[in-house]
């Protein structure tokens, strides 16, 4: 029997994980990538020597990689190297500096000596959040494609555990009085596009998460695991066109068979795996007629996740500072108001740097740097104008930078220099709204109420990625090609047993 031919759309971490799981279980996978290089937003960028990190800079929870590529009959470890950051980084607050780390005892000491009386408030912050880690976790492995799901969720959420009621910053409260603290374990709600006064209170597994099992970088950057994925796809015999646009669906009586590229070409398909961005996807790949759920009043009334200001910057010196640096707002609430809420582009902005050359020597040329410097905005439904506003708010980043943090005079050390704003998001990689991370996860986003991974509109029709389920982050999108790669083998095993 011939294998069935999946087409992937996309080819992100999510689309490429997807193919790699699936070429290596016999089906016959070709990835279509619009851009003429592969990873999507976990890309790379290449310039004048420096190499950059188009999007992820921290690599948490490797060990579901590492799964990942284990089911596909591979050893992650024979196709990248991964650093463990130590700290994890520098967190700049506005009279201090913290550095956290995954050695408990020296963590503890860290709190003890800075936030005096807020240690013990440590351990139990890791403790009581390791059980929450260990309901959430197979609810977040587990497909939520059904009613029962749903009811199933109803039910944990009598769990008090999972503090489903609560918010992210009033789980924090219950452990520690500093804010600065507070604010340690509950900033990484940004890697969902999220404030902590608004995010759901289980989140607090994302900070558990690091400080139990720390933060790595991937020798060459984060890109490294798409083009590990890539290869892995390509050694077992799939195919990957890149520069390859898909025009669209081509759906016959509700059921996806195939598509139609840029080029005019239509290619057949057994199934159509959507890696695309997911509200860009529905809105630009299929005919509205065909769309009865997801539709773009659906679309419309959808709440997305917040934006990012980009600078890349190749400097023709290094500094002494630390992989990772977050520098939060004087006023952080405002400012995660500013960025979520009222889609104000802040005067006092929070700022991520890594400064990935202190690791590794292969970013930049030797005794130069490569920069990284990320602002979370409001995603485009701000209406800010960016072309009138990005050289303002660039040189905002770097005073903020020259004043609070150890890059001093860096202006005169930029050799080279890119912006990416949330217009460039959306217009030149293709992402609905510019919300880099996606639908927001809220809880009425989550689970049964994310596009599922078994698209509901259209049969033979998949979705892997940030857009459904589990949600946006490297190692939860993992879990979605896992989830939908399983679903898919699952249907072709009782098709099999029915013949
Ligand atoms: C600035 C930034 C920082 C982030 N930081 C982190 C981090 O530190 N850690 C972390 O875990 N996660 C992080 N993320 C979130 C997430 O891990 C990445 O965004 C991830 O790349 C998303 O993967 P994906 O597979 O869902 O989609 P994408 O990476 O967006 O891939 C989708 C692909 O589909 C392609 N495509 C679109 N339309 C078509 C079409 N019509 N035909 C063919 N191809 C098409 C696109 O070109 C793209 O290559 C970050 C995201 C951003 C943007």
Known sequence: MAAKHIIVIGGGPGGLAAG??????????????????????????????????????????????????????????????LKKIEPMYELVFNNMSFFPTTDKQEMYNRIKQQFPG????????????????????????????????????????????????KSLYDVLSDYFTDERLKLTFTF????????????????????????????????????????????????????????TGVKRVIVENGRASGVELESGEEMQADEVIINADFAHAASTLFEQKDLKKWNQKKLDSMEYSCSTFMLYLGLDTTYDAPHHTIVFADDYKQNVEEITGTKLLSKDPSIYVQNGSVTDESLAPEGHSALYILVPVPNNLSGI?????????????????????????????IVTEMITTPKDWEESYFVYNGATFNLAHSLDQM?????????????NCWLVGGGTHPGSGLPTIIQSARITAGEI???????RKAE
């Open 20 to 81: 790699m799981l699936l070429q290596s279980k016999g089906f016959q996978v070709t990835v279509l990538e619009k851009q003429p290089y592969v990873g999507g937003r976990t890309s790379r960028i290449v310039r004048d020597g420096y190499v950059f990190d188009r999007g992820p800079t921290f690599l948490n929870m490797p060990h579901i990689l590492e799964e990942a590529f284990q089911e596909s009959r591979k050893n992650l470890h024979d196709y990248v190297t």
């Open 447 to 459: 689970m049964y109420f994310r596009p599922h991974n078994k698209f509901e509109d259209i049969e």
């Open 489 to 495: 083998k699952r249907g072709e095993r009782q098709g």
């Open 385 to 413: 104008n960016w072309e009138d506003e990005k050289e303002r708010f660039r040189d905002l980043a770097l005073d903020i930078l020259e004043k609070r943090t150890a890059f001093k005079g860096i202006r005169e050390h």
């Open 188 to 243: 990484q709600s940004k890697y969902l596009g999220m404030s902590p006064w608004n995010c759901p209170g289980a989140f607090s597994i994302l900070s558990y998460m690091e400080y139990e099992y720390g933060v790595f970088h991937p020798l060459g950057g984060m890109n490294q695991l798409s083009e590990a994925m890539a290869r892995a796809i390509r050694e077992d015999g799939g195919t990957i066109h890149t520069g």
């Open 118 to 165: 807020d240690e013990e408030g440590y351990y139990a912050f890791m403790e009581g959040t390791k059980k929450r880690f260990d309901k959430l976790m197979p609810i977040l492995q587990n497909t939520h494609g059904q009613w029962r799901d749903y009811l199933r969720l109803r039910t944990l959420k009598a769990v008090p555990q999972l503090a489903l009621g």
